[in-house]
């Protein structure tokens, strides 16, 4: 199994309105391989994935948790070369806070007022939350023992956001 954490904090030198740093980010992910002993050279994987992301002075915020499969085929008796598929579903959560932004309606001699008007009318900002699928293709071969190469190709947000 493999497991893993990341964290990022991102240009905590610019100024924001609320916050000491604008561009915050954690992650986590676990994927492990499951039934080895019973598909001979073929491999089947499952695995999870956590992404929270909050951007501009927390204005923007994203989270998400993504579920995946993959299943590598050997097409080879020996197992040196493998076809894999893979499938990534899961659910995406985004919000924004307009108050914490500052347009340029808003800019005045020295500065910028956050209480006067915008000029944002038609958006009120918010939360929504909408289905995430990913998919994803790879070729993957041992012509020799110090020679390895990989052709793949992915699709991301395959389903179309509600």
Known sequence: FRATLNYR???VSIPTVGSSSPYTTYSG???ARILPDRIG???FGVGVTFFSDRAGDGALKTNSAMFSIAYHKA???YGRNHLTLGLQAGVVNKQIDITRLLFEEQLV???FDPNAFNGEVNFGGGSFTYAD??????WQSAA???FKYYIGF???HVATPG
Request: aromatic fraction near 12%; charge should be negative.
């Open 9 to 11: 904090n991102q240009w």
């Open 29 to 31: 992910s676990f994927d």
């Open 41 to 43: 050279n073929d491999k």
């Open 75 to 77: 097409t080879d008796r």
């Open 109 to 111: 001699d020295f500065g």
């Open 133 to 138: 699928v990913n998919i994803g293709a790879l």
């Open 144 to 146: 020799s023992e110090t």
């Open 154 to 156: 992915s699709l991301h």
